[in-house]
């Protein structure tokens, strides 16, 4: 069990989070319930994951919650381009959200392939 607080990818999350907030506030009122809210939810979806991961007793099941996160962050980056094309924000508003997404899956890669690897060695020393 680990403080999620101390995972950069979670701190990095979390600023995506607050930015997401603010770039789906000016949508149109009858998206309120609709897209912005899909957004907001696959956003903090991500961040959810990973302190629930966080607060498992294994790396497997850690990882599974990371692999939720990337699903989340994958939904994410999908709803914030169909916000874009419906006109919602332009692509000076959709580019730093986009990256920020890509910069967060990146970062969900790297710790789930350590994560991944940790679990793999312990499995083969208790079974060995």
């Known amino acids: ?27 149109p009122k009858e998206e309120q319930y609709g897209l912005t809210d899909q957004i907001r939810r696959a956003c903090v979806s991500v961040l959810a994951n ?3 991961g966080c607060g498992t007793d294994g790396n497997a099941d850690f990882g599974r919650f990371l692999q939720m996160a990337m699903r989340s962050a994958s939904e994410l980056q999908y709803h914030l381009l169909l916000a874009r094309d419906l ?5 000076l508003a959709h580019a730093p959200l986009n990256n920020a997404v890509q ?3 990146r970062m969900l890669s790297v710790l789930i392939i350590k994560v ?13």
């Open 1 to 27: 069990m680990q403080d999620f607080t101390n995972l950069k990818v979670w701190h990095r999350a979390h600023a995506l989070a607050l930015s997401v907030h603010r770039a789906t506030g000016p949508f």
């Open 50 to 52: 990973i302190a629930e």
């Open 87 to 91: 006109g919602y924000f332009d692509d």
């Open 103 to 105: 910069e967060v899956k």
């Open 116 to 128: 991944s690897a940790r679990s793999h060695t312990r499995a083969v020393t208790t079974n060995s």
